[in-house]
């Protein structure tokens, strides 16, 4: 069904700032009032529920349809293809300026008194404003609207960050061309919807089983897994004597990582030892990390508790030299696995390998040895990592144990999937 048919909006005032200063080429603005009539078409308009303002900016600021327009679907729709580009500069901030005194305005049919309506302005921008916007973006958020900024192509991302309302992560966003701004039109449909049933509409978070209740949800497992603290995400960790495993991570700590990645990686491997359950009899958990050399962090079964291995990665420091990441794999096999350093004979043993580039050493034999020992291996790469060599390192079936993104700030995806293989691999 179309999200229309779901869609109760809540009622709302919905200004759109579109930019059509000289950068924006017509067959550009062309799609931009393409987006803006999809996301129309999903709502619940009318002169009692969502009311729709279009404001089109450049070095001026002209209202095309105010909030008192014709609010039917078909004339707003109308309205939005008559729009023209204006093609001169870019002031963003007076139109965010005229948006407060006009648009918004009860002149114009903005209906802010009432306590129960959303005021909300999506600008649309290619380029750096040749004004401040800051003052005038504070000021839009104070008077109670909610702005969402999205930025095209060559756009200044500070500019949006200082317009867009807080979450900033939900009020953001970027396309690199304007020929695929319609794919933030699901995005916008759903931002303006008021559901009653959120696990019909999967506007939700559970990993597993979503229990509806009215204008609310929480979550479930299936059987053999249980909630865990999250009450997300589900465990196949807990109790039961196939649980027990020693769990060691082989961390590239290499000068590319970058400090603020260190930090992510630290988060993605405490995200995951968060699903274990950690004890004498159950998990154990070792950490290395490599770049020119290996550094044991700490050994298996040093830690007996997650908030003391937790703790103990948090405090490891960063290494920023080369990648050796066949010498890394030669010290898990000879060192961290054995006995002396902790590993229980018999229990199942997994080796998480993460890095963001190409070894500078050879790694196919310690790759090799790792298998042959009968460790589950997987693979995690970031950047610059190189595909073959995850292949190499992971375990068979190759493709469920190796993993890659190019951003470092999706790699709790990652984790989370990990979880999963960790527990359900007993």
Do not use: W
């Not at 209906?111 to 916007?133: C, E, L, M, W, Y």
């Amino acid at each position: 069904p179309s999200p229309g048919t779901l869609c109760r909006t809540k009622p709302t005032d919905l200004v759109f700032i579109i930019d059509s200063s000289r950068s924006v080429r017509p067959h550009e603005f062309e799609k931009i009032k393409v987006f803006v009539s999809r996301v129309i078409e999903a709502l619940d308009v009318g002169p009692n529920a969502t009311r729709v303002g279009v404001i089109n900016y450049a070095s001026a600021v002209r209202s095309e349809l105010p909030l008192q327009g014709p609010q039917s679907k078909a004339a707003l729709l109308q309205a939005v293809r008559r729009i023209q580009p204006l093609s001169t500069g870019t002031m963003t901030g007076l139109a965010i300026q005229f948006a407060i005194s006009r648009a918004f305005g009860a002149a114009e049919g903005g209906r802010g008194s009432a306590p129960n309506f959303r005021k909300v302005a999506i600008v649309v921008t290619d380029g750096r404003p040749q004004d401040g916007v800051q003052d005038a973006s504070a000021r839009a958020r104070a008077a109670g609207i909610e702005i969402f900024a999205i930025g095209v192509g060559r756009v200044d991302m500070g500019t949006l960050r200082q317009m867009a309302s807080e979450p900033l992560d939900e009020h953001v966003d970027y396309v690199e061309s304007y020929s695929v701004i319609e794919k933030l039109t699901q995005k916008f449909q759903e931002a303006f919807c008021v559901v009653s049933d959120l696990c019909a509409t999967g506007d939700h978070d559970c990993e597993q089983v979503c229990v509806s209740t009215p204008g609310a949800y929480r979550c479930a497992c299936r059987d053999g897994f249980s909630l865990n603290s999250d009450g997300k995400t589900c465990t196949a960790c807990n109790g039961g004597l196939g649980s027990a495993l020693d769990l060691v991570f082989l961390i590239d700590g290499s000068k590319s990582v970058r400090p603020e990645n260190f930090e992510l990686v630290k988060k993605f491997i405490n995200q995951i030892v968060d699903s274990l359950e950690v004890s004498d009899k159950q998990a154990q958990v070792g950490l290395v990390q490599y770049s020119s050399s290996v550094r044991q962090e700490f050994p298996l079964g040093q830690f007996k508790s997650k908030k003391d291995i937790k703790a103990a990665v948090k405090k490891m420091s960063y290494m920023e030299k080369g990648t050796m990441t066949g010498q890394a794999l030669k010290y898990l096999v000879d060192s961290s696995f054995s006995v002396i350093n902790g590993a229980r004979p018999g229990v199942p043993k997994v080796g998480i390998v993460f890095t963001d580039g190409r070894s500078q050493d050879y790694i196919s034999d310690a790759a090799k040895k790792a298998k042959d020992s009968g460790f589950r291996m997987f693979a995690v790469g970031v950047g610059n990592a190189v595909e073959d060599e995850l292949r190499e390192i992971a375990s068979e079936p190759v493709a469920e144990h190796y993993f890659y993104t190019a951003d470092f700030r999706t790699i709790s995806k990652i984790g989370k999937k990990l979880q999963m293989k960790i527990c359900v691999g007993e």
